[in-house]
């Protein structure tokens, strides 16, 4: 901003800030002690209050941590620091709270500068941390997988080969007549080679890239895998359904969605089955979702897909690593189940998330349409 824009105390030409509506981060200029002066378009929405009932107020008041801010604006102000940042609680609209929160309030890391420092006009910016973190951890989550996936694909190659080798040498000593304990071992080798064969397998398909695209309806894909579960699981477990019938078909890989979906439902139903769950429940949700932002990109339509259980949750010491491919928090668990499905999503140009807490985890699947 140039020296003939600066506000004197007390008042701003605000046409002349108009490019700060343009902005996704929170901005309000205040005078030395905190009164608003001007907020951009950002937050307003964030407070859900429009921009005149917002200036002339003091600021702190939107701040549950007001006490730490007096001081930041009065030491900003008055010359003291040029630029300062702080990690704070904005009072939001009731019912937008984001996860661990409470209702109400949303974390934001401030950054406080001075604006003008003739006048003691201070500049304020708020990013919500929810968002920042969120999309950091799908960044480290997609870099990991990629990384990963080229390591396996070669490993598993490299195991393969040797593999039919060691088989087919046991079953030729199989042959022979052997000693009964002897023959337990050869036994044993075979059975093992076929299960690592099996897990091989599994690995090479997860990280097989290339799509059968065509017409898909999601809630066929979702009634499809409710029915391989209620088979697999038995009537003891119950799968409710809360489908937004007005959702359109979309163009993409029905055998892939399905397996996707199919192991995140299957995760559910195992967590439920092993708990003592007094009422085992999945619950499949369905959603068109606007205007949201997916691996950095902004999309006007997306599909959510909500799989909720009310089982244990997933164990704290799994939480950074389930779609880490290997990481099994269960007995006999192979660890490939939401590494694959996370490897879908992706070549769907969509996300899979893990929120919630023990009673109520969700795993939402989101698949943009436009
Ligand atoms: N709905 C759920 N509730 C509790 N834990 C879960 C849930 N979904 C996934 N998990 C945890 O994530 C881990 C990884 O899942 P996955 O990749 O499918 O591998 P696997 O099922 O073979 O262990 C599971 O072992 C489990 O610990
Ligand atoms: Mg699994």
């Known amino acids: 901003m140039s020296g003939t824009r600066a506000a004197p105390a007390g008042s701003v030409d605000a046409s002349a800030f108009a490019v700060f509506d343009h902005l996704t981060t929170l901005v309000a200029l205040v005078d030395g002690g905190g009164r608003c002066l001007h907020v951009n378009a950002a937050l307003e929405a964030a407070l859900g209050l429009p921009r005149r009932s917002l200036v002339?107020?003091?600021?702190?008041?939107?701040?549950?941590?007001?006490?730490?801010?007096?001081?930041?604006?009065?030491?900003?102000?008055?010359?003291e620091l040029a630029s300062s940042r702080l990690l704070v609680r904005l009072h939001a609209p009731v019912g937008s709270a984001s996860a661990g929160t409470t209702a109400g309030e949303r974390s934001v890391q401030l950054s406080a500068s001075?604006?003008?420092?003739?006048?003691g006009v201070v500049l304020i910016e708020m990013s919500p941390l929810g968002l920042q973190l969120r999309d950091e951890r799908e960044r480290r989550v997609q870099e990991l997988a990629q990384a990963n996936g080229e390591l396996l694909r070669n490993l598993a190659h490299e195991v393969r080969?040797?593999?039919?080798?060691?088989?087919?040498a046991a079953q030729l000593l199989l042959m022979e007549p052997l000693a009964p304990a002897l023959a337990e071992c050869a036994q044993l080798i075979v059975r093992e080679a076929d299960r690592l064969h099996a897990l091989v397998d599994r690995l090479l398909a997860t990280h097989r890239g290339t799509l059968q695209v065509s017409d898909v309806n999601l809630h066929e894909v979702c009634e499809h895998v409710r029915a391989l579960v209620v088979a697999e699981f038995g009537p003891a477990l119950v799968v409710e359904r809360d489908y937004d019938t007005s959702i359109p078909e979309f163009r993409g890989d029905r055998g892939q969605l399905?397996?996707?979906?199919?192991?995140?439902?299957?995760?559910?139903?195992?967590?439920l089955a092993a708990g003592a769950t007094p009422q085992p429940c999945v619950v499949l949700r369905t959603r068109v979702r606007r205007q949201v932002t997916l691996r950095g990109r902004r999309h006007r339509l997306a599909l959510a897909l909500q799989v909720q259980d009310n089982g244990p949750g997933v164990p704290?010491?799994?939480?950074?690593?389930?779609f880490h491919p290997l990481a099994s928090g269960r007995e006999g668990g192979t660890g490939l189940g939401l590494t694959l499905a996370h490897a879908i999503?992706?070549?769907?140009?969509?996300?899979?998330?893990?929120?919630?807490?023990?009673g109520c985890t969700v795993f939402t699947l989101t698949i943009p349409l436009t």
């Not at 399905?258 to 967590?271: D, G, I, P, Y």
């Open 345 to 358: 999503l992706q070549r769907h140009q969509g996300t899979i998330e893990c929120d919630g807490a023990p």
């Open 258 to 271: 399905v397996q996707a979906v199919l192991n995140v439902v299957r995760n559910a139903a195992q967590a």
């Open 316 to 322: 704290e010491t799994m939480r950074e690593r389930i």
């Open 161 to 168: 080969n040797p593999l039919g080798g060691i088989r087919g």
């Open 114 to 119: 001075a604006f003008d420092a003739a006048s």
């Open 56 to 79: 002339g107020e003091d600021i702190r008041h939107w701040f549950v941590d007001a006490a730490a801010l007096h001081e930041l604006f009065t030491r900003v102000a008055n010359g």
